[in-house]
């Protein structure tokens, strides 16, 4: 029986005679996925643009789709009539006058502040609510994606099919 066993563990300088050593796998965390992205600017450029971005505007839109729902539900009414002003120029305004009285969600106001800058676009109003998702999904994506390994793999297939505009000399 010892013999066995040392056969087995006798050193070599083979590779096909020992086991491959294997690498401990990385534990990936959302503390080490945010320290890696502050690592570098570049990473917090692209994060702040291509995840913060979208999840502020998904998180907008849906809160001014929620707020639409309350209000339909409190007034029992079929859609949210008011006219809309959006957050961007009530804090533009110069003069206080635009939004003076008036409250985020409230439905007892006159008129609605919506957070979601293009909300009334009438293009865009019929899509708003797959758009939200479509914006959050993009974050989510963005966001695993950012500075992984596959990710990178995958850019540069993706470079690869344009071709190159230099010219050659």
């Not at 534990?27 to 702040?48: D, N, Q």
């Not at 707020?67 to 006219?83: E, I, K, N, V």
Request: aromatic share 10%; with cysteine.
């Amino acid at each position: 029986m010892s013999q066995q066993k040392s056969k087995r563990n006798r050193n070599t300088n083979n590779p096909y005679l020992t086991a491959p050593e294997r690498p401990e796998p990385v534990r990936i965390t959302f503390g080490s996925e945010l320290k890696r992205l502050a690592s570098s600017p570049w990473r917090v450029i692209g994060s702040l643009l291509l995840v913060a971005g979208p999840l502020l505007l998904a998180l907008a839109g849906g809160l001014d789709l929620a707020t639409g729902w309350l209000y339909t539900f409190t007034r029992h009414a079929p859609a949210d009539s008011r006219p809309t002003i959006s957050l961007l120029d009530c804090v533009a305004d110069q003069s206080k006058r635009l939004c003076s009285g008036l409250v985020w969600a409230s439905s007892a106001s006159p008129k609605r502040i919506v957070l979601y800058p293009w909300h009334g676009w009438d293009f865009l109003h019929q899509f708003e609510p797959g758009l939200f998702v479509a914006f959050f999904v993009l974050a989510v994506f963005t966001f695993s994606a950012i500075g992984s390994p596959n990710a990178i793999r995958e850019g540069k297939t993706i470079i690869s099919l344009f071709p190159k505009t230099s010219s050659s000399k």
